[in-house]
């Protein structure tokens, strides 16, 4: 079965772009997380979405922002880019209805100059 | 509020000791808990989890934790370090239907 996909793997974006970034989670997971990661910071929770509706969302701007399509893949899309937007950003998708676990994607690196 | 806190940004133990990563907690109810692992450029694997049951869990790859509800504590734990094991790891806390991380202990494991 294969694993959490995002793409792509690297980006480097500008102050003021904007950019979306994609997860394809393992089939049959209908739960898609994302998460920032920043060195020092661990990992902070930006939003779950559960088949289609956002189910969750963290303490971040708007101008992050995501969607889940149909069959359970993902989007997330980060307007207004700022140079504290680098980041590594992390997707996990999980089975719901009693299992907890995340299976994380190996991330889409942001830089922005 | 949950949180999760991991006191110890590094973690440095000579191979073949035991080793011990430290988390405690803060959540509203019964806490559901987790320890993940971190290699270099790839995302968080899973190495056990606390729901319910006996104290020690045992993990992924010879790891164990031991849940403290009274030190609100759970630690990560493995009687023979390997230099394989030098990784970034997450402690994390289920609660209100989001996972909250820790900041993570880098843990090096010399020869």
């Known amino acids: 079965k294969a694993g959490v996909t995002q793409t792509p793997r690297y980006l480097i974006k500008t102050r003021g772009q904007q950019v979306t970034l994609s997860c394809s989670p393992i089939?049959?997971?209908?739960?898609v997380s994302w998460y920032q990661q920043t060195p020092g910071q661990g990992l902070q929770f930006l939003f779950e979405y559960f088949s289609e509706t956002q189910r969750n969302k963290g303490n971040f701007p708007g101008r992050f922002s995501g969607r889940q399509f149909s069959n359970s893949r993902s989007e997330m899309n980060v307007s207004t880019l700022e140079l504290g937007d680098s980041a590594l950003y992390l997707c996990a998708s999980r089975r719901t209805g009693g299992d907890e676990k995340l299976f994380f994607g190996s991330g889409t690196q942001l830089s922005v100059l | 509020a949950q949180s999760v806190a991991q006191p110890e940004d590094q973690v440095n133990v000579a191979e073949g000791n035991p080793l011990t990563v430290k988390c405690t907690y803060s959540v509203s109810g019964n806490p559901y808990l987790f320890w993940y692992v971190q290699y270099p450029n790839r995302g968080l694997q899973f190495l056990l989890k606390y729901i319910t049951g006996d104290n020690l869990v045992k993990g992924s790859y010879g790891f164990e934790a031991e849940f403290n509800k009274s030190q609100t504590s759970f630690h990560l734990k493995k009687p023979s370090a390997l230099v394989s094991d030098s990784a970034l790891y997450f402690c994390a806390v289920r609660g209100f239907n989001k996972f909250y991380f820790g900041s993570g202990t880098k843990l090096n494991v010399k020869p």
């Open positions: 089939s049959g997971h209908r739960s």
